[in-house]
């Protein structure tokens, strides 16, 4: 019994070690299929990206040599332009085609020329087509690269984009600027976008490129639109009020009023007043006013010290009280006095000024002043004055 007991644990043993190989093998195959699959599948991935980065990278390619063509046609269309102007064949063509009076002026011709080349330029960007996200995000990675196909993207970037300028000029016409030049001032705005242009940051080059021109015109406009500067930020005020101001004219079939302009710009009425004196163009006062141009706006106002013997005399007192006020004082401090605030004939002189005219420094000049000005305050309140009533006097 002992004998057939160890024979069967023996054949026991033998079968679990035998199932236990066969197990093992199984797993074995197993893991050998499972890498081969995983391996053609990542064959079959790299294969794709592969053929989808040629199809892209030929796309890109195609669109950019489409580019050049379009670019090379531009450019024989502004040689051919460039070549009519200096010939003088556009002028030529101008006059048959407005046949202009005979006390037709230089300005006008000038201003249709200006004219007809803004829509010869606008004729040319309205069929340059626009750019896709995408299109945007491949061209903006290769002006980041650089060399000549970051160059070919540049300028291809520029050109998609030019009506974007015209759009933003639009709405700054009439503040003292020719369109034209506000174009030109866009374009550069719009340079210097594409090259800062990061598209990792997510927002449409479109809404990027639109600060930058907005702040070339508003440069331009507050440095040169205007007689009288006025600050870059008032010109989107400006804008504002004279949309609201053309809407409300056109609804109600009549001026606005200043309070119906506040309530809807939600400002003080103050506020609009004084955009309405900074949006004004001033007026030259040697502006003609007669037909034969021998009389000025000037001379229809009136000079009221020079018509007004009160006035006048009123001056001449007070001249004479300032000097009595001063011979009151030793002669150094009457010469600072008269110097610090222009008395007589004399102009306003800074501390700095006076100190330099008397060699000395600009705190003992303040402390003469001081100590002058103390006299003179005590005596005019003995007579129910002040000293600030004289200031006025230059």
């Known amino acids: 019994m002992a004998g057939k007991n160890k024979k069967k644990k023996t054949g026991s043993v033998r079968q679990f070690k035998k199932r236990r190989v066969q197990v093992k093998a199984r797993r074995r195959r197993s893991k050998r299929s499972r890498l081969v699959v995983r391996r053609s599948h990542l064959g079959s991935k790299l294969s794709s990206s592969k053929s989808s980065r040629s199809s892209s990278k030929s ?25 009519l102007e200096t010939t003088g064949e556009r002028r030529k063509q101008l006059r048959e085609e407005d046949e202009p009076d005979d006390n037709h002026s230089e300005d006008s011709t ?50 998609s984009n030019l009506r974007l300028v015209i759009a933003i000029a639009k709405r700054y016409t009439h503040m003292g600027l020719p369109f034209s030049d506000l174009v030109e001032e866009g374009n550069i705005g ?28 508003m440069r331009s406009l507050s440095n040169h ?30 001026p606005p009023t200043r309070r119906e302009i506040a309530k809807v710009l939600e400002i003080p009425v103050a506020k609009v007043r004084e955009i309405e004196n900074i949006a004004n163009k001033p007026s030259s006062l040697n502006t003609p006013i007669s037909l034969d141009g021998t009389a000025e706006l000037i001379d229809l106002i009136e000079d009221d010290v020079a018509n007004n013997p009160d006035s006048r005399a009123a001056e001449v007192l007070k001249s004479e009280r300032i000097q009595n006020l001063l011979d009151h004082l030793d002669e150094r401090e009457r010469k600072i006095l008269t ?56």
């Open 59 to 83: 796309k890109t390619e195609k669109l950019l040599l489409k580019e050049k063509a379009f670019q090379e046609e531009a450019s024989n269309l502004v040689r051919k332009e460039a070549l």
């Open 110 to 159: 000038d201003q249709t020329l200006d004219r007809t080349a803004m829509k010869i330029y606008l004729d040319q960007i309205e069929h340059i087509p626009l750019l896709t996200p995408e299109e945007e995000i491949s061209l903006a990675k290769l002006v980041q690269r650089g060399g000549p196909k970051g160059e070919e993207a540049r300028h291809r970037m520029i050109r």
């Open 190 to 217: 719009l340079m210097r976008a594409v090259e800062k242009f990061d598209p990792k940051r997510g927002y449409r080059f479109s809404t990027y490129a639109s600060w930058w021109i907005k702040q070339g015109m």
């Open 225 to 254: 639109g205007k007689t009288i500067r006025i600050p870059v930020y008032m010109y989107d005020i400006i804008a504002r009020w004279r949309r609201v101001r053309d809407a409300l004219t056109q609804r109600l079939n009549r």
């Open 339 to 394: 110097l610090r605030f222009g008395f007589g004939e004399h102009d306003p002189h800074t501390l700095e000024e006076v100190a330099q005219h008397f060699n000395v420094t600009r705190e003992r000049i303040r402390q003469i002043e001081a100590v002058a000005l103390k006299r003179i305050r005590a005596r005019l309140v003995l007579e129910g004055d002040i000293f600030e009533n004289y200031l006025t006097h230059q």
